[in-house]
């Protein structure tokens, strides 16, 4: 608990009343993400500008007082979840600077800006934001860049990181920080820029981002490949991204979600299959019919059943649609999503495949693939209902081995979701302990007294995956 003395410092730093939430009820909304485990903060604040962020990080330092930064709470990974108590910093109200500058090809942006609103003003300019996370018309831009989020278009724009040309971040000791600036190329010194990118809120608070448009492509074209074995599927992400062209976005839905989606909102896709892609190409029209053929030959050539190209603008969107519906569809069967997103070498993407049909026979769990294949960023869901206890530990087993399966493919714990409370147990299997250290003092150098969001992506002696919490 807070002492009365903190509180009215607290008060002191941010002026306005309701920005300072200290009743239970209001504390309960900050207690959740879209994760597993409920940690009520002592207090949530609003902060709206730098000078404010700076104040409470002092203030915090002074008093050892953990600090939880937190976007719109659409993390997967347990990222904002205050576990320590302490103070929630919502930075969502802070939304105000979205500053297109068509002349450098940037835009700034405060903490608190949805991310797919950047896209939207840059598209009025004909430039274009390109990373895209599903979450993109729900989550805020420091959401995204503490957890470096990507998206569909990541296979051939990147992700976050590579958009972000400079920041503004308050230290956890409190002091403001510029890294970066308006620069394409920027070689001086260590990139802090880098580092803050993807350290989900634990090496500061990042109050102000500089992010790099690009032109925004002319003309675009859909199509969906219909596979009657998953494997074949996996092999096509390889066999197409050797062609000679690269797609824009190359999505995979796996039977189970392509049945759940036509149950959920009938889309028009067809449920007799083992696996379809959702492939777009970008680009100047006249090269895009040609790049349809390619995709076409690729992908007969590993053994699709058929290639549909959408005719038209609406029908784009309505594959693109059904593809956004998988999570509200897959969770009409049973309530608990636990949404991984173990990703791997693009190579290996069969060889996992063969691992997660495996995994689903061994723990007989509801697992559905979809996500983005195209850069070997797999998302297996695992449905399950929490309250069945026998149930949730043979997810638990499932999860560990998914996670296992792809370290042992040269993959990663985490393409996207970031690591948080969830997958801290597992950080030593992929970096070794070596690795694990050096990232622990890089931590404790820059937040020596650990208020920056503690309790986050190192795991605690003998900490141990669960997601009951018994
Ligand atoms: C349906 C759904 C779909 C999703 N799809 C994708 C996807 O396609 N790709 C993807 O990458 N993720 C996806 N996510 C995960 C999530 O949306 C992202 O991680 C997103 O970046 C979180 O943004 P947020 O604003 O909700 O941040 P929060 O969840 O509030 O916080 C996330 C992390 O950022 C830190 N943080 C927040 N703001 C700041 C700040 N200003 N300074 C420092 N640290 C800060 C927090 O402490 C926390 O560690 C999805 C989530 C859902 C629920």
């Not at 992700?159 to 956890?172: R, S």
Request: aromatic residues 4%.
């Amino acid at each position: 608990m807070l002492s009365n003395e903190i509180i009215t410092r607290v008060h002191a730093i941010i002026k306005d009343k309701d920005r300072v939430l200290a009743d239970e009820g209001d504390r309960y909304c900050y207690a959740y993400d879209a994760s597993f485990g409920v940690h009520v903060p002592d207090l949530v604040v609003q902060p709206m500008c730098t000078e404010e962020v700076a104040r409470l990080m002092k203030l915090a330092n002074e008093h050892r007082i953990p600090m939880y930064p937190r976007g719109r709470g659409t993390s997967l990974s347990g990222g904002p979840l205050p576990v320590e108590g302490g103070i929630v910093l919502d930075l969502s109200r802070w939304n105000q600077t979205l500053v297109i500058d068509e002349e450098d090809l940037v835009a700034i942006v405060s903490p608190g800006v949805i991310t797919a609103t950047i896209n939207e003003k840059a598209n009025q300019y004909g430039l274009m934001y390109p990373p895209d996370p599903s979450s993109a018309h729900v989550s805020t831009i420091g959401g995204n860049l503490a957890e470096n989020a990507g998206g569909p278009r990541g296979l051939k724009y990147g992700v976050t990181k590579d958009y972000v040309l400079g920041l503004e971040v308050v230290t956890p000791e409190g002091e403001v920080i510029r890294t970066g600036g308006k620069t394409v190329k920027n070689v001086t010194g260590y990139d802090l820029t880098k580092l803050i990118v993807g350290s989900e809120g634990t090496l500061g608070i990042i109050t102000e981002a500089t992010l790099r448009l690009i032109p925004k492509p002319v003309a675009t074209k859909t199509a969906m490949v219909i596979f009657d074995d998953l494997v074949d599927a996996g092999r096509a992400i390889s066999h197409v991204l050797t062609s000679g062209i690269l797609p824009s976005k190359m999505e995979i839905m796996d039977q189970s979600c392509v049945v759940a989606v036509e149950n959920y909102q009938p889309s028009g896709l067809p449920t007799d299959i083992e696996a379809l892609l959702l492939i777009e190409i970008d680009g100047h029209p006249a090269a895009l019919e040609y790049e349809i053929e390619v995709v076409k030959q690729a992908c007969h050539e590993v053994g699709a059943r058929e290639v549909r190209v959408a005719q038209t603008k609406e029908e784009e969107s309505d594959l693109w649609q059904a593809r956004k519906l998988v999570s509200p569809a897959i969770v009409q069967h049973k309530p608990t999503k636990i949404s991984e997103d173990a990703t791997v070498p693009r190579s290996k993407i069969p060889d996992m495949f063969r691992k997660l049909k495996e995994i689903r026979e061994t723990y007989h769990v509801d697992l559905v693939v979809f996500g983005h294949a195209g850069d070997g960023n797999l998302h297996p869901n695992i449905i399950a209902d929490v309250r069945d206890r026998e149930e949730m530990k043979r997810v638990e087993q499932a999860v560990e081995a998914i996670f296992k399966a792809a370290v042992e493919l040269g993959g990663t714990l985490s393409g996207e979701h970031g690591i948080g409370t969830m997958k801290a147990p597992f950080m030593e299997m992929e970096l070794g302990k070596i690795g694990l250290d050096m990232m622990k003092r890089m931590k404790s150098v820059w937040d020596p007294n650990n208020i920056c969001n503690p309790g986050k992506i190192f795991p605690k002696p003998n900490q141990r995956f669960t997601l009951t919490h018994d």
